[in-house]
């Protein structure tokens, strides 16, 4: 597969699985090596308007 151009390297398609129910998104690994996430981690989604903003799970 060729590499993106830079402008689009953080364009991702929305995936679909769990036979449909459910939908999913990769996100670049820059961005989770930066945030010091890892593999399982819990995360929280909220709307903010036309929005979604992820963020680390607060227990």
Same mark, same amino acid.
């Given at each position: 597969?060729? %590499? #993106? =151009?830079? *402008?689009? %390297?953080?364009? %991702?398609?929305?995936? =679909? ?12 690994? *820059?961005?989770? %090596?930066?945030?010091? +996430? =890892?593999? #399982?981690?819990?995360?929280? /989604? #909220? #709307?903010?308007?036309? !929005?979604? /903003?992820?963020?680390? +799970?607060? !227990?």
């Amino acid at each position: 597969m060729a %590499r #993106r =151009r830079l *402008e689009n %390297r953080n364009v %991702r398609k929305l995936t =679909r699985t769990g036979g449909g129910k459910s939908v999913s998104v990769t996100l670049p690994i *820059e961005f989770v %090596r930066e945030l010091r +996430w =890892r593999d #399982r981690q819990k995360v929280t /989604i #909220r #709307r903010s308007g036309s !929005k979604l /903003i992820i963020e680390d +799970w607060k !227990k």
